[in-house]
């Protein structure tokens, strides 16, 4: 019989300090998170500085916790995968540097992980059977891209957004909206008691043939409506706003998610990123799918926000791939989807 593999992963590239120890890349042993959500809250988003603080708290108690779970020691596992990049740089760095740390003391491969190709990862360990090639839909707060999954470390951005992201969309209509942080899964609540069809906003879909997305325009239109409504002393009808605004957002990466699979000819859409969590996408997209008789993938809620699981399965195929960092890497709080290690 082959060889387990144990990985074990850390994740901090925003507010989230995450262990998690996984078997094969694919079965996860234990898995710890300590969230900052309660803290950043005051500020209504994160505060880079906070961040960095905490993780640098909580992120060996984190560890020890996860070991604990797995009933591991440090010495069992047989590399250490961490994300560095996107993020938050001083975040990063925290996770990072223990990272390093740990390959170095144990004599253990480090291994680099994008966050967004982790994000993508989590596909694989919420679904056993799925394998590439296949379109990815990512949508988080930083990041809207239509991405071709060639094989688990292979992809090729084929759209993107231009402006903001879907996810920064939603948080500045939420904190507009009066909402709490944060903002996506308060519009999707709210957005429940609301009328989808109530105020037409812009669906921008950008020149013919592109995949790229544009959300600025549309975040726009809701905060001039907000504001025409304040200046004539007219009532906001706040879940109409939402759900109208969450449509409009909805059916823009729908549409461009149908487009791509059919220039590509895959069959198969992967979901992924924080607002793989919305109810509304996951909806529309289901139905989009199934009249096509495509396969839709999206992972768990707690394997949408933020987690070292997610990192553990791509450090895995990394891994297996031969991705190896040294104690020179560093954090790259812009890093592309599809990058190679020196690129």
């Known amino acids: 019989m082959p060889k387990e593999i144990y990985t074990l992963a850390i994740e901090t590239s925003c507010d989230e300090t995450a262990c998690a120890i996984l078997k094969n890349g694919r079965e996860v042993v234990a898995g710890t998170v300590y969230t900052q959500i309660e803290l950043h809250r005051t500020f209504g988003g994160v505060v880079p500085e906070v961040a960095s603080r905490n993780h640098l708290e909580k992120i060996a108690q984190v560890i020890d916790q996860c070991l604990e779970k797995a009933d591991m020691a ?22 990072l540097s223990t990272a390093k740390a740990l390959a170095f003391a144990l004599e253990k491969p480090l291994i680099p992980v994008h966050h967004i190709e982790g994000h993508i990862a989590a596909n694989y360990i919420a679904h056993p059977a799925l394998e590439p090639p296949f379109i990815s839909l990512v949508v988080s707060g930083g990041h809207t891209h239509l991405v071709e999954v060639t094989d688990y470390t292979t992809f090729n951005v084929i759209g993107q957004t231009r402006d903001d992201a879907a996810g920064e969309a939603f948080d500045k209509v939420a904190r507009t909206l009066g909402l709490g942080y944060p903002g996506g899964p308060e519009i999707d609540r709210v957005a429940r008691e609301g009328n989808a069809q109530a105020i037409d906003f812009p669906r921008a879909m950008l020149e013919s043939g592109s995949l790229d997305f544009s959300f600025s325009g549309l975040k726009s239109a809701v905060l001039n409506y907000l504001n025409s409504c304040r200046m004539k002393g007219e009532a906001i009808n706040v879940p109409d706003v939402a759900a109208s605004f969450q449509a409009a957002v909805t059916e823009i990466l729908t549409i461009k998610a149908m487009e791509a699979l059919k220039e590509t000819g895959h069959k198969q859409l992967v979901l992924a990123g924080g607002v793989a969590a919305n109810s509304d996408l996951r909806q529309r997209l289901s139905a989009a799918l199934q009249k096509k008789g495509y396969a839709f993938y999206y992972p768990p809620l707690n394997l949408c926000t933020d987690n070292a699981e997610m990192i553990g399965c791509a450090g895995y195929y990394n891994a297996m791939a031969g991705v190896r ?4 890497i560093n954090a790259v709080p812009n890093l592309k989807i599809g990058s190679k290690m020196g690129q």
Request: proline share 4%; net charge negative; aromatic share 8%.
């Open 325 to 328: 960092g040294d104690m020179y």
């Open 74 to 95: 440090l010495q069992e596992v047989d590399h250490i995968a961490v994300t560095y990049g996107p993020g938050l740089v001083g975040a990063l760095l925290v996770g």
